[in-house]
């Protein structure tokens, strides 16, 4: 049984202190990916990571199983706590569970599936954890209840106000009466991640039972949520799909204006519209059907919360078919990000190019990984650090490429995920997010009837020695969690240890497994003097020599912080070896 169409837009939002849970890494990028245990042949699986307790939330549906199963994964993912389940019907499917986290809190929602002599009946359920996921509120239903039994849920998005400046969350449904085939986009609003939701409202203004909306995709920000999506009206011609937008203020009990951003002919698929908001700046791309079956990219943008848009532009090439689209939208800037897969002759490729905001030219296409690799997948990184890491699929790997800031190129491309021969992953199933510093990831893959979660993530910045001093360094692939800078005043500093097999500083690095016997440590700084690492890694320390005697010789390297309460605690450690 195939999974639903469903994206989610936040699955880890809001923590404080990151303890240190990072294990030793090579000189060369290494693959810290850890495999979730499983109950099954997965349909869907989903993650989110709590930082303030490093624990990660995962949610499993499974083929023949009814609900949904959760795990709590511990140290470095190499303990997990057994599975519990949750479910309704013992007699349904379950499918696509979605988690959230904000703080301590949880929000797991889930959908199960039973089938009928006219079809699949789906109904749609949610429980909140105040505390993770050591108690739960109770399952209760989406409104309206169950989808009134009739109904078929197609696809699903949820978005969650970025950040955790608040406890906003929003899921916009597309149901279908197995009876009428009429279709009904709604959006349900929440301020308390979901404890309680108001009533939803259609988002379409058209009548339900007369329209065709074949996708759509909803996004927060800080004033409002954002739902853009495409729909076939009769009033609107045989055939013709148009490209619409609306949204609702966070203070306001009604939707605004219903906006036609273009009236193309548009490519009926589910993954064929991406949205992307950052403050009152909002962007959205969609394919549309060309002659001879291709499919074009298109983007427009607007810079007052979708009251006015700019027009359309094309983004891909003129004779290639694109698909998979993808935006990242940076208002400081004044750009969006755009990443598609497209076909060029017979090579699959995955492209990226940036479109200013306000309108003009857009810029040149990079190509990041070459040719052989398609199911491209953008993820911005924390606020105000300029950083969007771009993944992508090739035969027997998964790959991934940063660029920070505006108009910066791609780095390298590095490994994110090996995978064994014939085995791959399944783009729907993934889950992407980011915090502070970090990218944490969540695959499903698998081959035939065997199936696996695995979860892992990268560190764009870290410290590397380099010719016997410490500068900025290449991607680090983490090893399932991150470390971030506490907002209330966490300080990283750099700490270069020779492994001898004896402890300096009893309980200061337990966490990575090391044992240390000689100690280079520069003086704990503050961020006003000169050499401070800041959260972001954009800053060096100042150079420290190395003992020639050391040279040819692996030193670790860490970085450390002070946390509120005045202990030291490591955030960050690799080995290198002295140049």
């Known amino acids: 049984m195939s999974p639903l169409s469903s994206r989610s837009r936040a699955a880890y939002l809001g923590c404080a202190v990151g303890f240190a849970l990072l294990s030793s890494a090579s000189a060369?990028?290494?693959?810290?990916?850890?495999?979730?245990?499983?109950?099954?042949?997965?349909?869907?699986?989903?993650?989110?990571?709590?930082?303030?307790?490093?624990?990660?939330?995962?949610?499993?549906?499974?083929?023949?199983?009814?609900?949904?199963?959760?795990?709590?994964?511990?140290?470095?993912?190499?303990?997990w706590t057994a599975a519990q389940s949750k479910l309704v019907d013992p007699a349904s499917q379950g499918l696509d569970p979605t988690v959230v986290i904000v703080n301590e809190e949880v929000?797991?929602?889930?959908?199960?599936?039973?089938?009928?002599?006219?079809?699949?009946?789906?109904?749609?359920?949610?429980?909140?954890?105040?505390?993770e996921g050591e108690t739960w509120n109770g399952i209760r239903p989406m409104n309206p209840p169950s989808f009134t039994g009739t109904r078929t849920l197609e696809r699903y998005v949820v978005a969650a106000d970025p950040g955790a400046r608040s406890r906003r969350l929003v899921v916009a449904t597309l149901t279908r009466d197995v009876a009428t085939g009429a279709r009904e986009l709604l959006l349900h609003r929440s301020t308390n991640?979901?404890?309680?939701?108001?009533?939803?409202?259609?988002?379409?203004?058209?009548?339900?039972?007369?329209?065709?909306?074949?996708?759509?995709?909803?996004?927060?920000?800080?004033?409002?949520?954002?739902?853009?999506?495409?729909?076939?009206?009769?009033?609107?011609?045989?055939?013709?799909?148009?490209?619409?937008?609306?949204?609702?203020?966070?203070?306001?009990?009604?939707?605004?204006?219903?906006?036609?951003v273009s009236s193309g002919s548009f490519a009926p698929s589910a993954e064929s519209i991406d949205l992307a908001v950052d403050g009152d700046a909002l962007a959205v791309a969609w394919l549309e059907a060309q002659p001879a079956g291709r499919e074009a990219l298109f983007f427009a943008s607007s810079l007052d919360a979708g009251a006015s848009f700019a027009a359309p532009r094309e983004v891909g090439g003129a004779n290639s078919t694109a698909s998979s689209p993808e935006l990242a939208v940076d208002r400081a800037a004044g750009e969006a990000l755009l990443a598609w897969s497209e076909t060029r002759g017979s090579s699959a490729r995955v492209l990226a190019r940036r479109a200013p905001l306000a309108g003009g030219a857009l810029g040149a296409e990079s190509e990041p990984f070459g040719p052989g690799v398609v199911a491209p997948r953008l993820v911005r990184g924390a606020p105000d650090t300029g950083r969007v890491l771009l993944t992508a699929v090739r035969p027997?790997?998964?790959?991934?490429?940063?660029?920070?800031?505006?108009?910066?190129?791609?780095?390298?491309?590095?490994?994110?995920?090996?995978?064994?021969?014939?085995?791959?992953?399944?783009?729907?199933?993934?889950?992407?997010?980011?915090?502070?510093?970090?990218?944490?990831?969540?695959?499903?893959?698998?081959?035939?009837?065997?199936?696996?979660?695995?979860?892992?993530?990268?560190?764009?910045?870290?410290?590397?020695?380099?010719?016997?001093?410490?500068?900025?360094?290449?991607?680090?692939?983490?090893d399932l969690f991150g470390?971030?800078?506490?907002?209330?005043?966490?300080?990283?500093?750099?700490?270069?240890?020779?492994?001898?097999?004896?402890?300096?500083?009893?309980?200061?690095?337990?966490?990575v497994g090391l044992d240390f016997d000689a100690l280079l440590l520069t003086s704990l700084q503050v961020p006003?003097?000169?050499?401070?690492?800041?959260?972001?890694?954009?800053?060096?320390?100042?150079?420290?020599?190395?003992?020639?005697?050391?040279?040819?010789?692996?030193?670790?390297?860490?970085?450390?912080?002070?946390?509120?309460?005045?202990?030291?605690?490591?955030?960050?450690?690799?080995?290198?070896?002295?140049?």
């Open 396 to 478: 027997g790997a998964v790959l991934g490429s940063i660029t920070e800031g505006a108009s910066a190129a791609f780095r390298a491309p590095f490994e994110l995920l090996a995978l064994p021969n014939g085995e791959s992953v399944r783009p729907a199933a993934s889950a992407f997010y980011a915090f502070e510093r970090d990218f944490v990831l969540s695959w499903v893959a698998g081959s035939g009837a065997s199936t696996r979660q695995l979860v892992g993530g990268v560190r764009p910045q870290t410290v590397a020695i380099r010719g016997g001093a410490i500068q900025a360094g290449a991607p680090l692939v983490f």
């Open 528 to 579: 006003a003097w000169q050499g401070f690492l800041d959260a972001n890694g954009r800053r060096s320390t100042p150079p420290i020599g190395v003992p020639l005697e050391l040279r040819g010789q692996a030193l670790w390297v860490a970085a450390v912080a002070l946390n509120t309460r005045f202990e030291l605690v490591v955030t960050d450690a690799r080995e290198e070896l002295v140049r």
């Open 193 to 260: 991640l979901g404890a309680s939701f108001a009533a939803p409202l259609a988002v379409s203004t058209s009548a339900a039972s007369t329209s065709a909306i074949p996708s759509f995709d909803v996004e927060l920000s800080e004033t409002a949520a954002h739902v853009a999506w495409l729909e076939e009206r009769p009033s609107s011609g045989a055939g013709r799909v148009e490209l619409f937008q609306r949204s609702i203020a966070h203070a306001s009990g009604g939707f605004g204006a219903e906006r036609l």
């Open 107 to 131: 929000f797991l929602c889930w959908v199960e599936r039973r089938s009928t002599p006219t079809g699949n009946v789906d109904a749609m359920w949610f429980d909140v954890s105040p505390n």
């Open 28 to 79: 060369q990028i290494p693959r810290r990916v850890r495999a979730v245990p499983t109950g099954g042949i997965l349909t869907q699986a989903a993650s989110a990571l709590c930082q303030d307790e490093n624990f990660l939330f995962v949610g499993q549906t499974a083929e023949g199983l009814p609900g949904v199963s959760y795990r709590i994964g511990e140290e470095n993912g190499s303990s």
């Open 483 to 511: 470390f971030p800078a506490d907002p209330s005043g966490v300080y990283s500093q750099v700490l270069l240890a020779f492994d001898e097999g004896t402890t300096i500083f009893p309980g200061l690095l337990p966490e």
